[in-house]
C-alpha cells in the first residue's frame, strides 16, 4: 500500500468525502460540549474551527481532528464555577497552550510510547461502547444531558444506566424512525453501488433524509414531528456587532490570582495526556501505519489552545471520537480535518437556518455507528485469544472508563499493565543456560542487566540445585546487577557447601559497583 501525498487527486476525493462526515459529528459535539461545560455555545464551534485550520496544518498527524474535548468537561465546567468569570477562565487556557509549547521543547511527547497497546485498544473499545450508550437516548428523542457530555455522571440527576431507563419511558417515535433508518443507511451503504460515490457519504444520506423526514412528519403526522429540543441549536447572530460579541478577549489582570495558573497547569497536563493518547490510538487506526511526531503534536496543539482561548473558544485536544469518524470515512491525509473546518465556518455563518433543521437523532445513529466499529466484538475476542495479559488490562481499562472518565480508567489500565510485566519479570530468569544437556557442570551464562524483580527466579534456580550437584554462574556479561541479587549470589556459598554443591563463580564482582569492569 502506497502512502498518500498530500496533493494527489486521489487523497482529495477521498479527504474531502471525510471532511463532511467529520464535520457532521463535530457540529453537534463543539455545541454539546460547550454546554456540558457551562460555556457560551460559540466557544465550542470556535475551538473546533481553530483546531482544524490552526491545529490540523503544524500537526505531524495525517489523520487525527483536535477540538473541544468531552474528557476536559468536568474540569472546565469547574474551572468556570470557581473563577466565576469566563473571561478569566480563558487566561486559564492560554497558560494551558503556553505549557503545552514547554512540554513539547522538553521532550515530553515520547510519554505517548509507554503506553501499552492493549490499552489503548481499551481505550479505544470504551470510548466507543460510552458512545453508544450515551447517544442511544439522543437516538431515540431524549434530551435530557448534553450531546457531548461522555461523563458516567448526568449533568442531571443519574448515571449513564438510569438515562438509558429515563429514555426508554419516554420515546418520540419520530426520532427513532429516523435514528433507525439512518444506522440501516449507515451499516448497508457500503454494499450498495452507491458507496462508490465518494462525494455522497453515508451520513450526509442520513442526516438528510433526517431533515427530509421531519419535513415530512410535519406536514402529514404531527404526531411524528421532532420537537425543537431534538435539533441542532446553533446560535444566529443578524448583524455585524452580534457576531463580534461572539468573540471574547481574556481578562488578563486575571493573571494575579493563584487559581488561574492551577486551572491552567491542569488543562495544558491533562490537555496534553488525551491528545498522546488520542495520537497512539489514531495511529494504530490509521490503514497506513503512519507514525505522527509527538514532541510537533504537542506543538501544534499549544499554539490552538493559544490561540483558542485568546478568541475566546474552549480549550482543545486531539479528540479520538472525531479522529475515529475520520479515518472510518476513509480520510488519507490532513485535509480532511483542514477542510472539515472550512465547512464548520462557513455552514455557520450561511445556513444555521438549514443546520438548526437537522434532528439530533440523525447524528446521534452516526455516532452510535462510529461506536460500534471502536468497539468490535472482535477487538476482544483477539486478545483474549493473546492470554490474561493482553486481555486483562483490555478488560480494566474499559470498566473504568465507563464508571469513571478517560484518564482514571487509563491509569487503572496501565497499572493492570504493569503488574503483569512485573509478574512476568519476576517469573522471568535472569540467566541463560549454557550448559550442553545432560552435563554433569550445569553453567549459567547471568544477562547483562540484572535487578531485583529478577531476584524471586534466581532463588528458585539456586534452591533448586539437587545435593552433591555442580553449578556455574557465569558474569562475563555483566554490566550491572543490584545489589539485592548480588548478595543472594554470594550467602549461597555457605548454603552450597552445607549440601554438598560444587558452586563456582565466574567474574561476579564482590560488590555491584565492580560490574561494569567486566
Given at each position: 500500500m502506497t502512502t498518500p501525498s498530500s496533493s494527489s487527486a486521489i487523497d482529495w476525493r477521498a479527504d474531502f468525502p471525510a471532511s463532511i462526515v467529520v464535520?457532521?459529528?463535530?457540529?453537534?459535539?463543539?455545541?454539546?460540549?460547550?454546554?456540558?461545560?457551562?460555556?457560551?455555545?460559540?466557544?465550542?464551534?470556535?475551538?473546533?474551527?481553530?483546531?482544524?485550520?490552526?491545529?490540523?496544518?503544524?500537526?505531524?498527524?495525517?489523520?487525527?481532528?483536535?477540538?473541544?474535548?468531552?474528557?476536559?468537561?468536568?474540569?472546565?465546567?469547574?474551572?468556570?464555577?470557581?473563577?466565576?468569570?469566563?473571561?478569566?477562565?480563558?487566561?486559564?487556557?492560554?497558560?494551558?497552550?503556553?505549557?503545552?509549547?514547554?512540554?513539547?521543547?522538553?521532550?515530553?511527547?515520547?510519554?505517548?510510547?509507554?503506553?501499552?497497546?492493549?490499552?489503548?485498544?481499551?481505550?479505544?473499545?470504551?470510548?466507543?461502547?460510552?458512545?453508544?450508550?450515551?447517544?442511544?437516548?439522543?437516538?431515540?428523542?431524549?434530551?435530557?444531558?448534553?450531546?457531548?457530555?461522555?461523563?458516567?455522571?448526568?449533568?442531571?440527576?443519574?448515571?449513564?444506566?438510569?438515562?438509558?431507563?429515563?429514555?426508554?419511558?419516554?420515546?418520540?417515535?419520530?426520532?427513532?424512525?429516523?435514528?433507525?433508518?439512518?444506522?440501516?443507511?449507515?451499516?448497508?451503504?457500503p454494499k450498495t453501488p452507491l458507496a462508490k460515490v465518494k462525494l455522497l457519504p453515508a451520513p450526509l444520506v442520513a442526516v438528510l433524509l433526517g431533515v427530509a423526514l421531519n419535513a415530512v412528519f410535519a406536514a402529514v403526522a404531527p404526531g411524528l414531528a421532532i420537537e425543537a429540543s431534538h435539533l441542532v441549536a446553533l446560535p444566529m447572530p443578524t448583524n455585524g456587532a452580534e457576531w463580534a460579541a461572539q468573540f471574547t478577549s481574556p481578562l488578563w489582570s486575571a493573571l494575579t490570582n493563584p487559581a488561574v495558573w492551577r486551572i491552567g497547569v491542569t488543562l495544558g497536563i491533562v490537555a496534553s495526556l488525551e491528545t498522546l493518547l488520542s495520537l497512539e490510538a489514531t495511529d494504530k487506526m490509521d490503514p497506513y501505519k503512519r507514525e505522527a511526531p509527538p514532541n510537533r503534536e504537542l506543538v501544534a496543539q499549544g499554539v490552538g489552545n493559544i490561540a483558542s482561548g485568546l478568541l475566546g473558544g474552549l480549550p482543545l485536544t486531539g479528540?479520538?471520537?472525531?479522529?475515529?469518524?475520520?479515518?472510518?470515512?476513509?480520510?488519507?491525509?490532513?485535509?480532511?480535518?483542514?477542510?472539515?473546518?472550512?465547512?464548520?465556518?462557513?455552514?455557520?455563518?450561511?445556513?444555521?437556518?438549514?443546520?438548526?433543521?437537522?434532528?439530533?437523532?440523525?447524528?446521534?445513529?452516526?455516532?452510535?455507528?462510529?461506536?460500534?466499529?471502536?468497539?468490535?466484538?472482535?477487538i476482544g475476542r483477539?486478545?483474549?485469544?493473546?492470554?490474561?495479559?493482553?486481555?486483562?488490562?483490555?478488560?480494566?481499562?474499559?470498566?473504568?472508563?465507563?464508571?469513571?472518565?478517560?484518564?482514571?480508567?487509563?491509569?487503572?489500565?496501565?497499572?493492570?499493565?504493569?503488574?503483569?510485566?512485573?509478574?512476568?519479570?519476576?517469573?522471568?530468569?535472569?540467566?541463560t543456560e549454557v550448559s550442553p544437556k545432560g552435563a554433569v557442570l550445569r553453567r549459567l551464562e547471568l544477562h547483562p542487566y540484572v535487578n531485583f524483580l529478577n531476584k524471586g527466579a534466581l532463588v528458585s534456580a539456586l534452591e533448586g540445585m539437587p545435593e552433591g550437584s555442580r553449578l556455574e554462574l557465569d558474569g562475563r556479561q555483566l554490566r550491572r546487577i543490584d545489589p539485592d541479587v548480588l548478595e543472594v549470589i554470594h550467602n549461597f556459598r555457605e548454603t552450597a557447601a552445607l549440601r554438598g554443591i560444587d558452586y563456582r563463580l565466574v567474574s561476579v564482582p564482590e560488590t555491584s559497583s565492580g560490574a561494569g569492569a567486566h
Open positions: 464535520f457532521l459529528v463535530a457540529l453537534p459535539l463543539c455545541l454539546g460540549i460547550a454546554l456540558a461545560s457551562g460555556a457560551p455555545l460559540f466557544a465550542g464551534i470556535i475551538a473546533g474551527v481553530v483546531g482544524g485550520l490552526l491545529v490540523a496544518p503544524i500537526s505531524g498527524s495525517a489523520l487525527m481532528v483536535s477540538g473541544p474535548a468531552a474528557g476536559l468537561t468536568a474540569i472546565v465546567l469547574a474551572a468556570i464555577t470557581q473563577l466565576g468569570d469566563y473571561r478569566a477562565f480563558l487566561v486559564a487556557v492560554v497558560l494551558g497552550g503556553v505549557l503545552q509549547l514547554v512540554l513539547a521543547a522538553a521532550r515530553a511527547g515520547i510519554i505517548g510510547y509507554y503506553f501499552p497497546s492493549s490499552v489503548i485498544k481499551g481505550m479505544l473499545s470504551a470510548i466507543g461502547i460510552v458512545l453508544i450508550l450515551k447517544q442511544f437516548p439522543h437516538a431515540v428523542g431524549y434530551d435530557a444531558d448534553a450531546m457531548g457530555n461522555e461523563s458516567f455522571r448526568q449533568t442531571t440527576e443519574g448515571t449513564t444506566f438510569s438515562a438509558l431507563g429515563d429514555a426508554l419511558a419516554t420515546l418520540q417515535h419520530g426520532a427513532v424512525v429516523v435514528s433507525v433508518l439512518a444506522l440501516v443507511i449507515l451499516f448497508l451503504w479528540v479520538i471520537v472525531r479522529s475515529a469518524a475520520n479515518v472510518g470515512a476513509g480520510a488519507r491525509t490532513r485535509w480532511s480535518a483542514i477542510l472539515h473546518s472550512v465547512l464548520l465556518t462557513l455552514a455557520v455563518v450561511t445556513i444555521p437556518v438549514l443546520l438548526n433543521r437537522i434532528p439530533l437523532a440523525a447524528l446521534a445513529a452516526i455516532l452510535l455507528h462510529t461506536g460500534w466499529k471502536l468497539a468490535h466484538p472482535q483477539a486478545l483474549w485469544r493473546q492470554g490474561p495479559s493482553q486481555f486483562v488490562p483490555y478488560a480494566a481499562t474499559i470498566i473504568v472508563v465507563l464508571v469513571t472518565d478517560l484518564l482514571v480508567g487509563i491509569a487503572v489500565g496501565m497499572t493492570v499493565g504493569v503488574f503483569f510485566l512485573l509478574k512476568e519479570m519476576l517469573q522471568s530468569p535472569p540467566y
